[in-house]
């Protein structure tokens, strides 16, 4: 059994100090509020990562040794998978730098399959093109009260136990797709105005 943290904009990497993984920009991506009280964009497969040693900017390939369907999957941004602690850095590098997570780490993944260990080597290779699900369903996202659509609204899916993510399109329908008739249990994202708390006592 493993756990992975997420990965987050700005996390740093194994080959220097002035290494950090960059999420895409004027891309609205899932978030995670960080022990400091920053949020920060979670980061994906494919997505950038800047490294010191070789004075480069690389891209994330994988290789955590978690299981590809324990992570999730963001359907907004073209399906992509989401990166953890441990991924490596395909960058000029003879040895591939690694994602260290310490910002996203209230979000874990328990990954209970047990896999082989690869070399450090290997993580060089990016992943094999993953398989395009093939089953898509459709729910709409109504306000309880007034029963009227909520277009543009983040939500995240738990399909079958793999979470996804995603926004509603402009009728207020979720996209979720799978790669079979699997159950979905959506959570709708909202967030509060920021507004200014005054205290109160006796």
Known sequence: MG??????????????????????????????????????????????????????????????????????????GGARRQAVGGDAIHCNCSTPPCIIAIHGTRWSITDDTQLKATSTQKHATPPAPLVEPTHTRWFAIVDSVTDEPLSGREFIADVDGVRQAGRTDSNGYARITTNDEKPVDIHVVFHSPARKLNASGT
Not at 8 to 17: I, K
Not at 18 to 37: C, F
Not at 49 to 71: D, H, K, L, M
Request: hydrophobic share 35%.
């Open 3 to 76: 756990i992975f943290y997420a990965a987050v904009d700005g996390d740093p990497l194994t080959s220097h100090e002035d290494s950090h993984v960059i999420a895409r920009e004027g891309y609205r991506a899932a978030t995670i509020k960080g022990d400091d009280g920053k949020t920060r964009s979670v980061v994906y497969i494919g997505d950038s990562a800047w490294c010191g040693a070789c004075q480069s900017t690389g891209v994330i390939v994988g290789g955590a040794g978690i299981s590809e369907n324990r992570r999730m999957i963001d359907l907004a």
